[in-house]
C-alpha cells in the first residue's frame, strides 16, 4: 500500500518536473523500503515505459518529434542499454550508486539551466543527414511560423545516444536529459524537437533495458506491479495539475530534494552510512 | 551522393511517404494507450488475487522470470505470474511500436530504414533472452 502511495506521488512529480519517474523512484526504493538496488531499477524502468507509452500519443499528435531521427538515434539508444544493463550484472551494487548519485546530481544541474527558445544558428549539415532523410521542419507555436531545420553532428550524436542508452541500462532509468543534450550539443537540433524526440524514444531505450532486466529477474512483480500502477496514476494527476502548478516554482523547491537524495545515494555507495 | 533512391525524393519538404508514416505513428500511439490501460488492468486483478489468497504462487522470493514461465504460471493461476504478464504487455508496447514502423519502411521500401528498423527490432527481442543466457 505504502508503495502504491509512494509511487502516485513519483509519478505526479514526475508529470510535473518532466523527468521520468525513475529518477525519483530508485534513491526512495532503496533509501526508505530498503529494495536491493536491482529491483529498484527494474520497478523504475517500467515506470519509464508506463509514463511514455501512456504519452506517446501527446508526443507524436504535436508533430514535433522527427520518427527518423528517433529511429535512427535508438540504433544507438538500445545497444547501450543492452551493454548498460549487461555491465550492471557485473558490478558491485555500490559502485551503481556511486554513479546513480552522481547522474542524479548532474541532472538537478541541468534542471536549472534554463533553455532559450531561440533556435541553433549557423548550423554545419552533416553530409548523411540529407542520405538519411533527417533534416525537417515543425511548426513552432510560439513563433508562429514553420521552422526548418538541418542536422549537424551525427557521429557525436549516435556516440552521446549510446552512453545515454548506457546509462538506461546500467541504472534503470529513462536518461532523456542525456538524449536531449546529445541532439541539442551535437546534432543543433532546435530545443523542442530535441525533447519532443527524447520523450518518443524513451520507452524504446527503456524497453531494450528492460527486457535484460526481465530475464534476469530484476522486474518482482511484488515491487514492480503496484509501482506501475502507482506512476499511472500519478501521471495522469499530475497531467491535471499542470496546468494549475508553475512548474518552474517546483523545480525550484525540489532541487534541493533531488541534490539531497543524490548525495545520499553516494554515501550509501561509498559505505557511509547512519545519516 | 552516389546512390540517390530516385530524384523527387530529395527534397526538404515533407514529402507524402512521411505524411503518411506520421499518420500511422497516431495510430500506433493510440494502440499504445490501449496496451498500457490493459497492462495496468492484468497487473491490477494479479494484485486483487493476491490480496485475496495471500498467496503468489511461488516458494518463497520466487517469481517467474521467462516467458514461458510467466505465461504457465498465469493458466495455473498465480496471482504473481498474473500480475508479471500484465508487466510483459507493458514492456511490449514499444516493441510493438516498432515492429510496426518497420513494417510501414518495408511497405514503403525505404531501404535504409528498414535496415536501421530491423537492427533496433532485434535488439529490443534478443535483449529478453540475453539475461537468462547467463551473461
Known amino acids: ?275 | 551522393m552516389n546512390d540517390q533512391p530516385t530524384p523527387s525524393g530529395t527534397g526538404a519538404a515533407p514529402s507524402d511517404r512521411d505524411q503518411r508514416l506520421a499518420r500511422l505513428e497516431m495510430v500506433v500511439s493510440r494502440v499504445l494507450q490501449v496496451g498500457v490501460t490493459l497492462s495496468a488492468a492484468i497487473v491490477a486483478v494479479g494484485i486483487v488475487m493476491f490480496l485475496i489468497t495471500h498467496q503468489g504462487g511461488y516458494p518463497i522470493a520466487g517469481f517467474p522470470h521467462t516467458i514461458s514461465g510467466v505465461l504457465s504460471g498465469v493458466v495455473q493461476g498465480k496471482p504473481y505470474a498474473v500480475i508479471s504478464l500484465g508487466l510483459l504487455v507493458l514492456l511490449l508496447t514499444p516493441v510493438l511500436r516498432v515492429a510496426v514502423s518497420l513494417g510501414s519502411f518495408v511497405v514503403e521500401q525505404d531501404r535504409i530504414y528498414v535496415v536501421v528498423t530491423f537492427y533496433v527490432l532485434a535488439v529490443l527481442i534478443a535483449s529478453f533472452f540475453l539475461g537468462q543466457a547467463g551473461i
Do not use: C
Not at chain 1, 531499477?41 to 507524436?60: E, F, Q
Not at chain 1, 518529434?65 to 548498460?84: C, H, K, P
Not at chain 1, 535484460?212 to 502507482?230: C, L, N, Q, T
Open chain 1, 1 to 275: 500500500m505504502d508503495l502504491l502511495l509512494v509511487s502516485i506521488l513519483a509519478g505526479i512529480f514526475g508529470a510535473l518536473l518532466g523527468l521520468g519517474g525513475g529518477i525519483l523512484l530508485i534513491p526512495i526504493l532503496q533509501l526508505f523500503f530498503h529494495i536491493p538496488l536491482h529491483t529498484a531499477m527494474g520497478a523504475s524502468l517500467i515506470s519509464v515505459i508506463a509514463t511514455s507509452s501512456g504519452a506517446a500519443v501527446a508526443y507524436v499528435r504535436d508533430h514535433i518529434s522527427s520518427i527518423r531521427v528517433g529511429m535512427f538515434l535508438e540504433i544507438a539508444t538500445t545497444t547501450g542499454a543492452v551493454t548498460g544493463a549487461f555491465i550492471a550484472a557485473h558490478v558491485s551494487t555500490m559502485l551503481l550508486d556511486i554513479i546513480f548519485g552522481l547522474v542524479l546530481l548532474f541532472s538537478s544541474y541541468s534542471m536549472l539551466q534554463r533553455h532559450s527558445a531561440e533556435l541553433p544558428e549557423n548550423v554545419q549539415e552533416h553530409p548523411w543527414a540529407k542520405k538519411l532523410r533527417l533534416n525537417g521542419s515543425y511548426y513552432d507555436a510560439t513563433l508562429g511560423r514553420d521552422v526548418d531545420y538541418t542536422v549537424a553532428g551525427i557521429p557525436g550524436g549516435l556516440g552521446m545516444m549510446y552512453v545515454a542508452g548506457l546509462l538506461s541500462g546500467l541504472l534503470g532509468i529513462g536518461s532523456g536529459t542525456f538524449k536531449v543534450l546529445g541532439m541539442d550539443i551535437f546534432m543543433k537540433l532546435p530545443f523542442k524537437v530535441s525533447s519532443s524526440t527524447s520523450n518518443f524514444m524513451i520507452g524504446v531505450t527503456a524497453a531494450a533495458s528492460a527486457g535484460f532486466y526481465f530475464s534476469k529477474g530484476w522486474i518482482d512483480p511484488r515491487i514492480s506491479g503496484p509501482v506501475a500502477i502507482g506512476v499511472l496514476i500519478g501521471a495522469l494527476l499530475g497531467a491535471r495539475l499542470m496546468v494549475r502548478l508553475r512548474s518552474r516554482t517546483l523545480r525550484m523547491v525540489f532541487i534541493p530534494v533531488l541534490v539531497a537524495a543524490a548525495l545520499e545515494m553516494l554515501l550509501t555507495g561509498l559505505g557511509v552510512h547512519g545519516l
